[in-house]
Structures are given as structure tokens and as C-alpha cells.
């Protein structure tokens, strides 16, 4: 068997309940089709990058799963067919486990490894140097 991750983009004017029902709904007709769900996240109403549909925002929803190529083809088609389905993508994976995907884990995990909003660098950004830095910079300048 192998491991897949799929992930889709409801409608945004559904309701969040709806779109996990949509995500029950795909799980339910994975294990009808000799698959496995291995596990469901729903990931939120986020901006997309561009128009999809007349839409600039979506829910995003994964699933991941085992099974055959059948399977995946059959997912494949009732999401196709889904009126509240606006995209979809199918990836192959090595290995899908039971952990929250990236998109679920907090940003307090990185703001906690002082990685915010200055990058990482303590809050000294490319054009706020020290000013040690500047009268070196200076005294080179000089000689």
C-alpha cells in the first residue's frame, strides 16, 4: 500500500462544520474504496495566492491516506464532482503518521526559538547595525 496526502479547498462562503463534514465525507468514501484514513486536519479559511473561481479565500482540509491507485482515483472524482470542491491536489507520499502536519503547528513554537518577525536575529535586521559597526566601517573608509 502506498501513503498519500490530499488536500482540498472548500468554498469560503461554507461553514467550517461543513467543511470537516466534506473531510468525514472524502475519509468515509477512502475506506469504502479499500483505503485507509490515517488522519484529517482542517487547516482554516486562509488567503489564497490568487483567484480560484471567482474566490480569493478557501478552507483548506488534508487527508491522509493508504491504499491502492484505485482509491486515489476514485477520491479524485468524487472530489472532481464536488460543487464545493474549487481545487485539489494528490500527493504520493513516503510515509503519512498520526503528528500534526506543519500547517497545524503553532507559531508560538517559533517565535519561542527567537525565530518572529526579525528572522532570527534579535531584532538587528540587515539595515540595523550596531554602532560599532558603523565607526569601523567608517575608519576603513578613512585610510
Known sequence: ????????IVRPDVSNQQAEQLAEKFGTAVAENGGKLIKSEYWGLRTLAYRVKKH???HYVMLGTSGEGEMVAEIERQLGLSDDVIRYLTIKVEEVTDQPSVQMQTRSRFESRGEGREGGRGGRGRFNRDADSED???DSADA
Open 56 to 58: 480569493r479565500k478557501g
Open 1 to 8: 500500500m502506498a501513503f498519500y496526502e490530499i488536500v482540498f
Open 136 to 138: 569601523e566601517s567608517t
